[in-house]
């Protein structure tokens, strides 16, 4: 599944080079050893899921008895906190490294790992932008009740210095927040339901996956599309899930046999959303004030037309108000759009086409007809 492509630039200050990065692909093995074979200044972004370093000391069982399915791994374990702070710093080194100048470094952890990480973070020359608080909205309780319920974890979102100019997409995250200013606390559900990968047996196939919805937002806001974006601990790979569909470029670095299958089998699956769902709604300063509605009530556009969107997966029919409807759901041009690709927004205008003689024609090539109309 994986392709090799080109790096496009060394850093900002660097030059082209003629290295090839395994783009789209999973390395299987040890996250330093891997990220050691990378070239300089190659990465976009970095995200990290790194051990937590539980340390827990026996099995964990609910009220009724029943065994709860902690993190009890292999690759969580360490023999102390200098042998995780010598991994940390491993890792950390080639994670600089390898990113460009004006890329950035996400970092997620638990109270058990977060506070070493983002001190060695420090120590290796990094620059903290913000902590962000992942507010789970359905935490797993504390089921002894001797603390509280454990309801969050951190990420540390940094750039390699001070003064780079690295991306942040202050605009989607606002349109993604109701058109508010994002805030640094997240509330969003742990993985569960269908998106929670099993195995044969019931089990989780993985104890920490991620949901997709929280690398969606932090991919939305730190990269762009056609960014090379790097998971040293891949798990059964939702960066790369999420970034094929917001079509980024990633590389995975996962030793587990198990999860690297599952990962593979997940991102094939992906479906990348349309391009119209990345432009999002343009700024309304930007854009000709035409309602389609307009356009219904013109006449252009009669009620009980069948739009269609480029790849023909959803049909939807045209109301007297303006609005569309299909099976699943309906709204305007929009906001049908986004709802149907599960996107936070979709600039409908581009999304949605109408047949014509056999050819498939953006609506907004008759909005454009409309206002040179209106022009003359």
């Known amino acids: 599944m994986g392709a090799l492509g080109p790096i496009r630039k060394a850093g900002r200050a ?13 390395l299987m ?5 891997e990220m050691a074979k990378l070239p300089d200044r190659s990465i976009d972004m970095i995200f990290a899921d790194p051990p937590y370093n539980l340390q827990l ?12 399915d902690a993190v009890m791994d292999l690759w969580d374990r360490f023999d102390s906190f200098e042998a995780y702070d010598r991994f940390t ?19 997620i952890g638990s109270y058990h790992n977060i ?18 608080v992942w507010r789970k909205a359905n935490p797993m309780p504390n089921f002894k009740g001797t603390r509280f319920t454990n309801a969050h974890e951190t990420l540390i979102w940094c750039s390699k210095g001070e003064k780079a100019r690295y991306t942040f997409n202050y605009r989607a995250m606002k349109g993604l927040n109701d058109d508010v200013q994002m805030r640094s606390d997240w509330s969003l559900p742990i993985c569960s339901g269908g998106e929670r990968l099993k195995d044969a047996d019931g089990h989780k196939t993985h104890p920490t996956q991620k949901p997709e919805s929280l690398l969606y937002r932090v991919l939305l806001a730190a990269s762009k599309p056609g960014d090379i974006v790097l998971d040293p601990f891949f798990g059964t790979g ?46 309304k300063a930007a854009q000709p004030r035409v309602a389609f509605g307009l356009l219904v009530e013109s006449g252009m556009i009669a009620p009980g037309t069948q739009l269609t969107d480029a ?17 699943q759901a309906g709204g305007s041009i929009h906001k049908l759009g986004a709802t149907l690709q599960g996107a936070p927004s979709c600039n409908g205008w581009t999304f949605w086409h109408i047949e014509e003689a056999g050819t498939l ?12 109309d209106f022009a003359a």
């Open 14 to 26: 660097g030059a082209p080079t003629l290295a090839l990065l395994p783009l789209d692909t999973i």
């Open 29 to 33: 093995g040890d996250c330093v050893a």
């Open 57 to 68: 000391g026996g099995d964990l069982h609910r009220p009724e008895g029943s065994k709860v």
């Open 89 to 107: 710093r491993a890792w950390l080194e080639q994670a600089r490294r390898i990113l460009k100048d004006d890329g950035t470094l996400w970092v």
């Open 115 to 132: 506070f070493r990480v983002g001190s060695a973070l420090q120590d290796a020359g990094f620059w903290i932008l913000n902590d962000i």
């Open 238 to 283: 939702t960066t790369g899930a999420v970034a094929r569909r917001l079509r980024r470029r990633w590389i995975g670095i996962e030793r587990e046999t198990k999860y690297v299958e599952a990962a593979r089998e997940r991102i094939a699956s992906t479906l990348p959303l349309d391009e119209s769902a990345m432009e999002g709604v343009p700024e």
């Open 311 to 327: 790849r023909r997966r959803w049909t939807a029919e045209v109301k007297a108000d303006g609005s569309l409807t299909c099976e």
């Open 361 to 372: 024609t953006p609506i907004d090539a008759l909005r454009q007809k409309h206002l040179a």
